[in-house]
């Protein structure tokens, strides 16, 4: 039996549909489409005191210290902007906000003393960094930036060489990591496979719903990193 023009069309349609709805599901299909999960709202709480320091600022006004770092490009403006003030309205502890460059926390000296830490994109690296040498009461990473290997990470041009981040990358030296460590990682980020592959070996809470590499996830999943913290403080 002979097909006619119209099932050969019908069918090329068939396939090209497919062929779409294949794509959407993949990460970068989801993005392009929006279907990232929603963005977060910030709280309309009282923000807490915010107080400048040579190095950053204070946010908060007592309780124990935690140790925030920012994403690349990032600066203690930029947790304003996303809202870190008010979410810690209630929280029982303060945030030592530090400015920071663009070379992912490597040799970075603390300017106080703490007890937790907190880092988005760079400063999830960074934080984990810091666990991988020293224990902690609580680490939570929101969209690490990690690299499984060093073709990835020199694509960014953020370590001065291989030796560097071969000393750093938290993915070479997960079982160093011995505090409570929290993850959090979009479906739809380009860091979530090894920010899984991290979380699974250290151990880590957290979630790894549908989301991006962006401020509405981040503020999305903030109340729930800043309550891992308040909860082992």
Known sequence: MGISRRAVLLGGAGLVGAAGTYGALTPRGRRLLGWTGPGGVVPSAEPVPVQPMPWGAWMGAAGPAVLVLHGRGGSVAWWEELGLPRFLNGCGFRCAVVNGGDDYWVGFDPPVPFEAALGVSMGGFGV??????????????VSPALFPSWEDAER??????????????????????????????????????????????????????????????????LPDALRFIGQRL
Request: glycine share 8%; net charge negative.
């Open 156 to 221: 960014i041009d953020g370590f001065a060489s291989r030796e560097v981040w071969e000393a750093h990358e938290p993915l070479r030296h997960k079982a160093a990591i011995k505090s409570p460590v929290g993850v959090w990682c979009g479906r739809e980020d380009p860091f979530h496979d090894p920010a899984r592959d991290l979380a699974a070996a250290v151990g880590a809470i957290g979630s790894f719903e549908h989301g991006e590499h962006d401020i509405g996830y981040w503020r999305r999943v």
């Open 128 to 141: 984990l960094d810091i666990a991988s040498r020293r224990f902690l009461k609580a680490v939570a990473a």
